[in-house]
């Protein structure tokens, strides 16, 4: 405050917090546009945010090693969270991603070795490379039909991983190590098929488990070994 005057500050600057071990809690001005490379980088005493209605981006490192970050408040509006944005926040378990996103880059989430579910945007066409890697304890992610490529190794060592995917299209994921499963719409809580052989990758058509692969492949979802 200036007087009279207030300035409106639009974006967080790269590293401007970065290190700030000490740094528990942020309240953002509701003019914020952009949260730069690494701007809270290691702030390892942060456990929540509430991003404001304002922003639009998180660029690379931007929250990199909040190692104590539990939960996380995404607007609707943002558009873009950039690599390693989120990665090594051990201590994040949930993931609620807002529906402007098209893209998940590469690192974004990864080591985030707490995280236990993640609701991907219904915008999405790409999961990048290593976005998830070791995020140990993710036991369910549902791929919404959008999504047109997933990369190499996006959910590598993710063991206890099961990948339900929303689109009815014949799907690959050569070279995966998680288990997939269709996910029914209309019956949301269809358990996993028990009979299912691991080796393959299953989807519903009226009503009976087939195998991906079989029927219509003229949508293949592209993976990239």
């Not at 893209?103 to 070795?113: D, P, V």
């Not at 209309?186 to 098929?193: E, F, S």
Request: aromatic residues 12%; charged residues 20%; proline residues 4%.
């Amino acid at each position: 405050n200036m007087g009279n005057r207030f300035i409106q500050v639009k974006e967080i600057n790269e590293n401007t917090f970065r290190n700030c071990s000490s740094l528990e809690n942020v309240e953002f001005g509701s003019s914020i546009q952009v949260i730069d490379n690494s701007a809270f980088y290691n702030c390892s005493k942060l456990v929540s945010i509430v991003l404001p209605d304002s922003l639009i981006s998180i660029e690379a490192s931007a929250f990199r090693g909040c190692s104590s970050l539990q939960e996380i408040v995404f607007p609707d509006n943002l558009e873009r969270i950039d690599i390693y944005a989120f990665g090594d926040c051990s201590s994040l378990l949930t993931l609620d991603l807002p529906n402007k996103l098209t893209k998940i880059y590469s690192y974004c989430f990864s080591n985030c070795s707490s995280l236990v579910s993640v609701s991907l945007g219904s915008t999405i066409s790409a999961i990048d490379m290593r976005a998830f890697e070791n995020c140990t304890s993710l036991r369910k992610c549902v791929v919404p039909a959008t999504v047109r490529t997933i990369s190499a190794n996006s959910f590598t060592n993710c063991p206890n991983l099961v990948v339900y995917y929303e689109g009815d299209d014949s799907i690959s994921f050569a070279g995966f190590t998680v288990k997939y499963y269709y996910f029914d719409p209309q019956n949301p809580n269809t358990p996993p098929l028990d009979k299912a052989d691991y080796n393959n990758y299953w989807r519903y058509v009226d009503g009976e488990p087939v195998a991906w692969g079989t029927g219509d492949t003229d949508h293949l979802l592209k993976y990239d070994v």
